[in-house]
């Protein structure tokens, strides 16, 4: 039998930070349905910057009126099957995202989640080989909050 590395543990919901763009501490929802991590990010505009494509967006976390003005590589344009069934194009960044103690480079999608509890969705190709859920649990890479057993939000 092949000796597995010990990969650390996620709950349902994490806090997360995007570094490099400035989020921090972002609350996410863990969705090993969903392929693509997605973040809620208004497109305001393309540009390039040193000969790479770069897109500015803002994220606005309206329970404290706050709007943060964003900048990301872009990667991409793609059709991505939403919930629902539907296909919605949207931009694909690429930046540093941290759970816990591991950091790697993510593709985040940007998309209006403004009807969706948490701001940000990490799908399992951000997972993949790097973490395992248990969704019995939440916080449990969240040393600033207390762990928590079981699903109320």
Same mark, same amino acid.
Not at 52 to 65: G, K, L, P, T
Not at 71 to 91: C, F, K, L, M, W
Not at 131 to 141: A, C, H, I, K, T
């Given at each position: 039998?092949?000796?597995?590395?010990?990969?650390?543990?996620? $709950?349902?919901?994490?806090?997360?930070?995007?570094?490099?763009?400035?989020?921090?501490?972002?609350?996410?929802?863990?969705?090993?349905?969903?392929?693509?991590?997605?973040?809620?990010?208004?497109?305001?505009?393309?540009?390039?910057?040193?000969?790479?494509?770069?897109?500015?967006?803002?994220?606005?976390?309206?329970?404290?009126?706050?709007?943060?003005?964003?900048?990301?590589?872009?990667?991409?344009?793609?059709?991505?099957?939403?919930?629902? $069934?539907?296909?919605?194009?949207?931009?694909?960044?690429?930046?540093?995202?941290?759970?816990?103690?591991?950091?790697?480079?993510?593709?985040?999608?940007?998309?209006?989640?403004?009807?969706?509890?948490?701001?940000?969705?990490?799908?399992?190709?951000?997972?993949?080989?790097?973490?395992?859920?248990?969704?019995?649990?939440?916080?449990?890479?969240?040393?600033?909050?207390?762990?928590?057993?079981?699903?109320?939000?």
């Amino acid at each position: 039998m092949t000796r597995r590395k010990e990969l650390p543990v996620v $709950g349902w919901r994490e806090l997360v930070h995007l570094p490099e763009i400035g989020l921090h501490a972002m609350p996410a929802k863990i969705d090993t349905g969903a392929r693509t991590s997605s973040l809620h990010g208004t497109v305001l505009e393309e540009f390039e910057r040193d000969g790479q494509r770069m897109v500015r967006f803002a994220v606005d976390f309206e329970q404290q009126h706050v709007r943060q003005v964003c900048e990301a590589v872009h990667v991409d344009v793609r059709g991505i099957t939403s919930s629902n $069934g539907g296909t919605q194009y949207r931009y694909v960044i690429k930046t540093p995202l941290r759970i816990g103690d591991t950091e790697f480079r993510a593709e985040i999608s940007l998309a209006d989640r403004s009807d969706m509890k948490f701001p940000m969705l990490i799908g399992r190709s951000s997972l993949r080989r790097r973490f395992v859920v248990d969704s019995g649990y939440s916080w449990l890479q969240t040393p600033e909050k207390k762990v928590q057993k079981g699903h109320k939000p």
